[in-house]
């Protein structure tokens, strides 16, 4: 059943359904510009003021097949009347530029019966035999499993107003959205105006009559209409305002506010984007972005940027970290500040490079030769990608050696508001001290205590000496007695200690105490926290704990799984299921926050991670934390 | 003389005698306004034309162009008022990047003291807990800053901060120079002293105007006192260069900073100051203030005199007229530049000189003589450069080359002096006093034009009565009678020339020239040559004993 | 008048180093190895042109080459294996008021290290590089470096190498924007030192090539221009190395070479029957990448502090 345009009502005033939230995702072929539409959507969304929260739908590779499952391209857009902190469960609406692309989206589970199907119609006139049957089983197939299917004319349309229509299929349908969310038409139209102002008059138009288009077809022929009220309360107190911006913007934008001047990196995906936006924003505040030969030349780089005294940034993924791992021993070693960022993806070797996935933990834990003690923090949402870059610089200065910052995928594309940072010149790295050194001052004048010493830049006079990765005493000179190495070791080490003794307990999500302690990290605490919610909702004694500082690891948590019956870690890389063939207690291979907290705590803490390369839903999580909950009571029972 | 009756078409020979010498008599021959000198065709091609040049378009931050309107700015038109605002946008444009250039070195110099006195009160104080908490952004909720801060300040060796006496020093610069920033950012790129009566907005070309009664002096004692201020600041800024870099060592640099002085300091830090500039007009400097005019040429600083001349004096014409293009070249130190406004190229060449010169800068201007029509000024402004009246030159008292570079005078005409004076007097009605129409039937052989008077006059003054051709308004010949004193005049300039072109080297001294013996390693022959030589002179000197002379 | 006395401007005092002031440890290479006759080079510049130690770097990978700057009385950095390049020229970006040398050795320049040296030649920053080759392994014992002969021994090799060694200066050469490439001998300690002097003072990456003698495990590899001088190639011009005459007259053969043509420096580069030393090869205007590293670094703080306000605002809604 085609919708014709001949039939045009007049406008009606439709009465919206108002909603708490809503879940909209739209995909299409590589190219078509699903990803674009979504963003703008989102973006105007923030502007209305709803909470949002967005996950890239990204294709692995660069020029997918069209109309096919594997190549679907889009945006998954949460928009709430609340703060939203993860990409929910089912879709609500799904706009689908063909109908195999959408196929991917029912794969990944990202729809339900009820949900509203867009699809575009146009296949129906194809020339091509193929297609149309394939289009009509599908849409027979949908039907089928109880979404609500509506055929657009998307191309029919497009065409009115642009000769190439794979330019316009993606405003169009954005004018659709916007008029089914009863966003203020020209409002919207001035932000859209405004981003493709920098085009050129002539494709600024053509976007305003395709919008225009969209908008005025969806009045007249889509009978939804839903109302997400913006969110009542500012989030988080935005008297200051509110910014919104992906994780990899959030992470460049705070590289530039903790006054860091290098950025030295090789191209990977995900983490590339974050060069991208410093290669032409770091101009303004005096930085460069150095592209290295390879990712070894990338850390080496930064280093000499460091020990020459201004602490400089590397930004890399999972197969990037591995290559570094031997420099990242030497900044240990010869205790010389440095910031990595990784942007985790699916692994392992090459994997899902577009995919989310938590699995470098131990990588980044142990990954150097002999014992490398560094610091290691998980930033949990947009906002904190940007403020944990200003605090990675200061404590690598501070405590003279590396930090590194995971991030991931999920991170890297999501967008979400935060309140707009106010800048303090704190954040920025102090001037430079080269005024000479103290006689007597040693290059590692190890505290005895805390094993922290101060070092000596390049160009003070009466410092001079010479850095090494061999074992060295505190004039850095070679060690050749064995008690040295000894003692450099435990500074080292202590240093560690030292932080973990000003770190605070994480903060509980919940009760104090209960049944079920849920322990998490990185991208999943919005989701976690959505599932305990449901949970508790229910009556269950859930609570969650999310952990920012993975390296030294925050403290009290000993105590703290003492005071449940039970502590699962949920995260999003590979871990044995109990029950499967072969896995017992002896063989089973555990998360690797489990394994971490476990040795760290001597608590029997069980896990359970998937890697579906898309984020976990909080439906998913709910589903199996009751599971866990019910085996642990059957488990007391018996 | 006036008893006698005269028809008024015919005048005798007496009467015009007594015209001539006197300046009285036969008032019915007056000229009429508008008449024009007659010049030839070559001369009268070579003026350049007046629309093509002004109104001339001043934009802020660039050098004037002519005729040629810019996005912003404004049009000077062809008058005197025009002049100080010319000299004062090439004057911006000229140092714009020196002054760019020292402000950003201050700023540095600035940042730079900052920082030290920073990274020196972090190692005195300790950090509070708010700076600490601050210093770690918004993750500061999940640590205790107290217990960090309490970890921080344990290190080994304790860095001991700067020396009083250092700290005291980077402070007192730190100030000096924040307060110079503060100055010259708001400072005009030219402060313009004159007595003039009508005081001249000069702020749209960067400038601010001082009355003054004198104000040659008043420029001096003020760029004086400018350059003493100006010594702190250099001095400030060299210690804040030393300071960066910890070099800065008491026993050397504090006796070197004492005696340091605006005579050390780059060329580029002075030209970055507000430039002193005089606007003084010929007539004024003559009659009140030569004395300070002189002291300020000799003065070696920094200071700029425009003098605007609209032709010649129209005092006494007896005597000599006071040459302030040559009064100022005998100081020898100074800038000294002759122009005019009616010759854009020239002008503008020596202004774009002028402008990058620290050396005291003299300019004599011709400019439009008020209350005259634009194109009668303009015409007579031509003619005036054209002749001797006002040969336009160039000094640059210390330009590489030679004097040949030095001194470049501007030669207008080749040297059958086509165009006298005169010519250019005749078009202003403040000289009408001095010509007397002749009726074409008085035209008789004691009359002489003007330039052939001129050219035998040095012999034996003819008994003759000097005159000069015109055309009227319809385009007939007339015949124009001059006193004596314009003569006198013409023979001036005439001199005057003949100065500058000797100085210009550009005609052989009266003396004979030697004769120029090639340097050969021959020294037999070069005697053998001289001697030959000599021997020639003597010969030639015995035949004719005039040539002693 | 203005502009007078310049020659008493206010200048830094600059403190006077003596050449120990450049010594610290006695250097633990085996005697007879060429090292030594590079450390004095080194030292014997730096005290020439009394470069500040507190502002020379010297950056090193892993290898006996590479325990250099423990010898040095400077700031120094002994890093990793084959990755001296890339620290270098970290060190160098956002300082360029510090001297930075790099020592490296054969199998750390053009083993592990051959990518970082390709594209450091390519960067161009104004480093001083000092390849010493000795055409071995010698810090792991003996063996094959990518330098070593054809049919030489070694622990890895112990049948003789089999494949023909990569030429340093062929490969240095036909680097896009190399800017500096010489070599020398260590048993020519006055041309070494003439090398040295000119790769520091040219702007750029300064590629010199030592070949030299390890005692131990490759003491005979130049045995031949050793005892027949002739077959050491003299390469002169007076846009290249420059030597005392009385220096010179010990190298029978000698030619004219014009380091500014780079097609003749490939050419005797390449020459299998002389071991040509001198200047291969310079070109003043190569591009710097310090120029591209540097930029920014004048900008004042509150320049700064406004630059980031502004980046956060465009992504306020």
């Known amino acids: ?638 | 003389m006036s008893a006698t009756l005269i028809a008024p078409e015919t005048v005798s020979r007496e009467q015009l005698r007594t015209f001539h010498l006197s300046g009285h008599g036969l008032e019915g021959m007056l000229p009429a306004s508008g008449l024009k000198p007659s010049l030839t065709d070559d001369t009268l091609r070579g003026l350049p034309q007046l629309e093509l040049v002004y109104p001339v378009w001043i934009t802020p931050g660039k050098p004037p162009a002519p005729n040629v309107p810019g996005n912003e700015g404004f049009p000077a038109p062809f008058s005197a008022a025009s002049l100080p605002l010319i000299h004062g946008a090439f004057l911006a444009a000229g140092r714009a990047s020196a002054r760019a250039a020292f402000l950003q070195s201050l700023r540095q110099a600035i940042a730079s003291l900052a920082d030290l006195i920073a990274v020196d009160d972090a190692k005195r104080r300790p950090a509070s807990l708010d700076k600490v908490a601050a210093s770690l952004g918004e993750a500061q909720r999940f640590l205790s800053v107290g217990r960090l801060m309490s970890v921080f300040g344990r290190h080994g060796n304790q860095p001991a901060g700067m020396d009083a006496q250092r700290r005291l020093r980077c402070e007192a610069a730190l100030t000096a120079l924040e307060e110079a920033l503060y100055t010259h950012q708001s400072a005009p790129s030219f402060w313009l002293f004159s007595s003039g009566e009508s005081p001249v907005d000069l702020s749209a070309a960067g400038g601010r105007v001082c009355q003054s009664t004198d104000p040659c002096s008043d420029a001096l004692a003020f760029v004086n006192q400018q350059l003493f201020d100006f010594a702190i600041v250099l001095r400030a800024l060299r210690l804040a260069k030393l300071e960066a870099v910890n070099a800065y060592d008491s026993a050397t640099h504090d006796e070197a900073l004492a005696r340091f002085d605006w005579q050390t300091a780059e060329p580029g830090e002075i030209a970055a100051l507000p430039t002193v500039v005089v606007l003084e007009s010929a007539e004024r400097l003559e009659a009140a203030s030569l004395t300070s005019f002189s002291r300020l040429l000799r003065s070696g600083r920094p200071v700029q005199l425009l003098i605007p001349s609209s032709g010649l004096c129209a005092g006494d014409l007896t005597g000599s007229v006071a040459d302030f293009g040559a009064l100022a070249l005998a100081h020898r130190g100074a800038f000294v530049l002759q122009t005019s406004m009616a010759n854009w190229d020239h002008l503008a060449a020596g202004f774009t000189e002028m402008a990058l010169t620290l050396h005291p800068a003299v300019a004599v201007v011709s400019v439009p003589a008020p209350g005259e029509a634009p194109e009668t000024a303009w015409l007579q402004a031509c003619l005036l450069s054209l002749s001797p009246a006002f040969p336009l030159f160039r000094y640059h008292p210390d330009l590489e080359g030679g004097w040949q570079e030095r001194f470049r005078l501007l030669e207008s005409l080749p040297e059958n002096d086509s165009v006298t004076p005169v010519d250019a007097l005749l078009l202003s009605s403040r000289y009408r006093a001095h010509f007397r129409m002749i009726p074409p039937d008085a035209w008789d052989k004691e009359q002489l034009e003007l330039r052939e008077f001129l050219r035998r006059y040095q012999s034996a003054p003819p008994l003759v009565i000097p005159f000069v051709n015109a055309l009227d308004d319809s385009g007939a010949l007339r015949r124009l009678a001059v006193t004596r004193e314009l003569v006198h005049l013409c023979f001036d300039r005439q001199r005057a020339a003949e100065m500058l072109r000797v100085l210009a080297a550009k005609s052989p001294a009266p003396t004979a020239q030697a004769a120029v013996v090639p340097i050969e390693a021959n020294d037999s022959g070069i005697r053998e040559a001289a001697a030959k030589d000599a021997y020639r002179r003597v010969l030639a000197l015995l035949a004719d004993p005039q040539s002693l002379v | 008048m203005q502009g007078l006395k310049k020659e008493w401007d206010i200048l830094p005092v600059e403190q006077h180093h003596d050449q120990k002031d450049y010594a610290s440890a006695l250097p633990r290479w085996c005697p007879g190895c060429g090292d030594h006759a590079a450390l004095n080079a080194v030292r014997r510049l730096c005290y020439e042109k009394q470069l500040p130690p507190e502002r020379t770097v010297v950056v090193s990978g892993i290898g006996c080459s590479s325990r250099f700057p423990h010898y040095m009385k400077t700031y120094g950095f002994h890093g990793l294996h084959g990755r001296a390049f890339p620290v270098a020229c970290g060190v160098k970006s956002r300082r360029p008021d510090l001297h930075v040398f790099v020592v490296t050795g054969d199998g750390d320049c053009c083993a592990i290290g051959a990518g970082h040296w390709i594209h450091a030649l390519r960067y161009n920053m104004d480093l001083t590089v000092i390849l010493l080759d000795n055409n071995v392994y010698g810090l792991t014992k003996n063996q094959t470096s990518p330098t070593t002969r054809l049919g030489e021994h070694t622990n890895t090799h112990p049948h003789g190498a089999m494949i023909p060694p990569l030429n340093p200066i062929t490969v240095a050469l036909g680097i896009a924007n190399a800017s500096f490439v010489a070599q020398t001998v260590d048993w020519h300690p006055a041309h070494v030192y003439s090398t040295i002097e000119a790769a520091h003072q040219h702007r750029g990456l300064s590629f010199v090539r030592i070949l030299q003698r390890c005692p131990h495990f490759s003491a005979h590899v130049f045995d031949a221009p050793l005892q027949d001088p002739s077959l050491l190639l003299l390469m002169e011009h007076a846009e290249g190395i420059t030597l005392d005459a009385d220096k010179s007259k010990k190298f029978t053969t000698r030619m004219q070479h014009d380091p500014r043509d780079l097609n003749r420096a490939r050419a005797v580069a390449a020459r299998e029957d002389v071991y040509p030393i001198g200047l291969f090869y310079r070109n003043e205007r190569a591009a710097c990448y310090d120029d591209f590293t540097s930029q920014g670094l004048s900008m004042t703080q509150s320049e700064r502090q406004n630059a980031i306000r502004a980046a956060i605002d465009r992504f306020a809604i």
């Open chain 1, 1 to 638: 059943m085609q919708a014709t345009t001949a039939e045009a009502s007049p406008v009606q005033a439709r009465v919206a359904t108002t909603v708490d939230e809503h879940i909209v995702e739209i995909v299409s072929d590589s190219g078509e510009g699903a990803q674009t539409c979504g963003q703008i959507f989102a973006d105007l969304c923030a502007r209305h003021g709803n909470g949002i929260w967005t996950v890239e739908i990204i294709p692995a590779e660069i020029e997918p097949p069209k109309r096919s499952r594997a190549g679907a391209s889009g945006n998954r857009i949460r928009l709430g009347s609340r703060p939203v902190t993860n990409a929910g469960d089912c879709a609500d609406i799904v706009v689908a530029f063909n109908e195999q692309v959408l196929y991917s989206r029912i794969d990944a589970g990202a729809l339900r019966p009820g949900t509203i199907v867009f699809v575009d119609g146009s296949w129906l006139a194809s020339p091509d035999e193929r297609i149309v049957q394939q289009y009509r089983e599908a849409l027979a197939d949908f039907r089928a499993r109880g979404y609500e299917v509506i055929p657009l004319p998307i191309v029919e349309e497009c065409l009115r107003h642009a000769d190439d229509v794979r330019k316009g299929k993606n405003i169009w349908v954005l004018g659709l959205l916007c008029a089914i969310y009863d966003l203020e038409h020209t409002k919207v139209l001035q932000t859209i105006a405004a981003r493709f102002a920098r085009k050129g008059a002539d494709t600024a138009r053509r976007n305003a009559d395709l919008f225009t288009a969209g908008y005025e077809w969806a009045l007249r022929h889509v009978e939804q209409r839903f109302r997400v009220a913006p969110c009542a309360v500012p989030q988080d107190g935005a008297a200051q305002g509110t910014v919104v911006m992906n994780g990899n913007q959030a992470i460049a934008l705070g590289i530039m506010s903790a006054g860091i001047e290098v950025c030295s990196m090789y191209p990977i995906t995900p983490a590339t984007s974050v060069s991208h936006f410093l290669a032409s924003a770091f101009e303004q505040t005096g930085g460069i972005v150095h592209q290295a030969e390879d990712e070894i030349a990338a850390i080496g780089f930064a280093i000499g940027c460091s020990y020459a005294g201004k602490t400089a940034v590397t930004i890399t993924s999972g197969p990037g970290l591995a290559l570094k791992t031997e420099f990242i021993g030497l900044a240990v070693m010869a205790e010389i500040p440095l910031v990595i960022v990784v942007v985790q993806r699916g692994g392992p070797s090459t994997g899902l490079p577009t995919k989310v996935e938590q699995g470098d933990l131990m990588a980044a834990l142990h990954a150097s030769p002999g014992d490398c003690p560094k610091i290691i923090l998980a930033p949990a949402t947009i906002g904190e990608c940007f403020h944990f870059m200003i605090t990675a610089r200061k404590l690598a200065e501070e405590f003279r050696g590396p930090v590194m910052v995971l991030s991931d995928a999920n991170l890297a594309t999501g967008q979400q508001p935060f309140p707009k940072p106010v800048f303090d010149p704190a954040w920025l790295a102090p001037p430079l001290d080269m005024s000479p050194v103290e006689p007597g001052a040693l290059p590692f004048a190890w505290d005895p205590e805390t094993g922290l010493s101060p070092r000596h830049i390049p160009g003070q006079r009466g410092g001079e000496y010479v850095v090494t990765g061999l074992a060295h005493d505190e004039y850095s000179h070679v060690a050749y007695e064995s008690s040295i190495n000894q003692r450099a070791m435990r500074m080292r080490s202590r240093k560690l200690a030292v932080l973990q003794s000003a770190l605070k307990p994480p903060i509980v999500h919940g009760d104090a105490s209960g049944d079920l302690l849920v322990v998490g990290w990185g991208s999943t605490l919005g989701t976690i926290e959505e599932a305990v919610d449901r949970l508790r909702a229910d009556g269950l004694k859930v609570s969650s704990v999310h952990l920012r500082f993975l390296s030294p690891l925050e403290p009290g948590l000993r105590e703290l799984f003492g005071r449940f019956k039970k502590v699962v870690t949920v995260e999003v890389n590979y871990s044995d299921d109990e029950g499967d063939p072969f896995i017992t207690a002896e063989s089973r291979r555990y998360a690797p926050l489990a394994q971490l907290l476990r040795a760290h705590t001597l608590v029997d803490i069980d896990c359970w991670s998937r890697v579906p390369g898309s984020p976990l839903p909080p439906s998913v999580i709910a589903q199996q934390l009751r599971l866990k909950l019910s085996a642990a009571e059957n488990l007391c029972r018996a």
